[in-house]
């Protein structure tokens, strides 16, 4: 195959929401050759984000899983995708074929590896008992919902969003709902202290037990194989009938690494999100990738972010100039209780802050590294988020000082940058 020529062959290892929307982009952008999507998961393609939210409290969500389905069975027909079920155990770069667990073999002219991740475990005795869970699966989700039903005492190990989510849902079907967090506070990696310091306070007032800056020594049994206590490290003892761990996520790059591709808290690409096998590309969460503000290696957990990979080797692949490097503004939202928060840009360091907003429950932080914004976190500001994935995806200058000033909004300053103009203020 020349440089630049579309391969005629495309396997996607993986058929999660990064996999999945490389196959659909593909066909989208005027693919024209195979398309092989392979699935270790028995089920249609479909979305993570309702399984710690809706899927747990809306009955709709139990019809046979349809309604979390990226598209239908029929569509992958339609599109003349090949999606195959199975684990993919081996991948020889020589050969260029992956092998899957029951022998069979695909070859590729193109790889996309859209493993995802996969939970860490807490590791500690105990942590196998019936009634401890972790949550990245439909089948997780379900197993969960069940436990949930019949839980009177929850115990989320965890304050991420994984576990907040869940701790959300637990706390209003009418849990005891306790979080044990190891950082000294939630939301540590993900949000600003201000941000978190909010959801914090909302979930207490919403009557659950946040423990910051404390360990889990063991979990301990009812004796019939199901869960009765967590152990702090400090030895208090938590009564529980249903556990979540919550605390964070392993990259699926064994597969990369045994075929002696450059893994780097990821499957390492380029900012084509190439690997170093120019046949191989990798999309998603297994993917660490360099960050356009920084230039840091950065791996990110997303919807948007494996979208907007997947759209973007797709584009590359069915012959778009080779040379646009991935520079999309990350963006997430996240849902506890009836507040959505939404982050627009990544925060790796920040020296300033402002709030905007008026009320207690709707506000913005601003983040910004030197006179830079770097991100915007919303909490019930839709407005706010909106404007910010523009601001900062337009790369529109904005330093603190300009943002404290009196009458300050986020729409406004953006509409008049555009217009080239100074800012009004009322
Ligand atoms: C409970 C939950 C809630 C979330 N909520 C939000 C949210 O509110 N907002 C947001 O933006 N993001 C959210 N996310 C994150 C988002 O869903 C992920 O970032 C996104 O799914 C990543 O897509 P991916 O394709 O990289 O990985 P995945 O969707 O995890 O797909 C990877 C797939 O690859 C398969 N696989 C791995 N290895 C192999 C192999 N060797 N052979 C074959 N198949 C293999 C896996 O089984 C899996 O099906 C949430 C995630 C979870 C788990």
């Known amino acids: ?32 050759g195979r398309i092989t999507l392979i699935s270790a998961e028995d089920a249609l393609p479909y979305e993570r984000p309702p399984l710690s939210k809706a899927f ?28 195959v079920a199975g684990t993919v155990t081996a991948l020889d770069r020589a050969a260029r074929t992956v092998r ?6 695909y ?73 044990v967090e190891a950082c000294d506070r939630p939301l540590a990696r993900a949000a600003s202290a201000r941000t978190a310091a909010y959801f914090a306070r909302l979930h207490r007032d919403a009557g659950t037990r946040l423990l910051c800056g404390h360990g889990v020594a063991a979990v301990h049994g009812n004796g019939r194989g199901g869960v009765s206590e967590v152990e702090l490290t400090d030895g208090r003892p938590l009564p529980a009938d249903l556990v979540l761990t919550g605390v964070g996520v392993t990259p699926n790059t064994e597969l990369a690494a045994a075929a002696g591709l450059v893994v780097d808290g990821g499957i390492a690409v380029d900012s084509r999100l190439l690997t170093d096998d120019p046949r191989i590309s990798a999309v998603g969460d297994c993917a660490a990738f360099p960050q356009v503000r920084s230039g840091n290696r950065l791996r990110l957990e997303s919807v948007q972010n494996a979208v907007g990979h997947a759209r973007l080797v797709a584009e590359r692949l069915t012959g778009a100039p080779s040379s646009r490097t991935y520079d999309e503004l990350p963006w997430f939202w996240s849902d506890q209780f009836s507040t959505t928060l939404r982050i627009a840009g990544v925060d790796e360091r920040h020296d300033a802050e402002v709030v905007l907003g008026e009320g207690p429950d709707a506000f913005s932080v601003l983040l910004f590294d030197g006179d830079e914004l770097s991100a915007v976190e919303s909490v019930n500001r839709t407005g706010d988020h909106l404007a910010a994935r523009r601001l900062l995806s337009e790369r529109v200058p904005l330093g603190p000082g300009e943002a404290s000033a ?14 080239g103009a100074a800012v009004p203020f009322d």
């Not at 899957?100 to 073999?105: N, P």
């Not at 069940?146 to 907040?164: E, M, N, P």
């Not at 986020?410 to 217009?419: E, G, I, T, V």
């Open 1 to 32: 195959m020349a440089p630049g020529t579309p391969p005629a062959s495309v396997v996607i290892v993986g058929a999660g929401q990064g996999g999945f929307q490389t196959a659909a982009s593909l066909r989208e952008y005027g693919h024209t």
């Open 56 to 83: 747990l409290k809306d009955d709709t969500y139990l019809e046979g899983g349809a309604p979390l389905w990226l598209r239908p069975a029929t569509y992958y027909v339609r599109q003349d995708i090949d999606l």
């Open 100 to 105: 899957l667990a029951d022998g069979s073999a």
């Open 107 to 179: 070859a590729y002219d193109h790889l996309v590896l859209a493993t995802g991740a996969r939970p860490r475990t807490l590791g500690v005795p105990g942590s196998g008992l019936r009634g401890v869970h972790t949550l990245r699966t439909a089948r997780d989700a379900a197993a969960l919902r069940q436990s949930l039903g019949a839980a009177r005492r929850a115990v989320v190990v965890g304050a991420g969003f994984i576990g907040l989510e869940f701790a959300s849902v637990a706390r209003e079907s009418g849990c005891e709902v306790t979080v």
């Open 406 to 419: 009196p009458g300050f909004t986020l729409k406004k300053h953006l509409a008049a940058r555009r217009r």
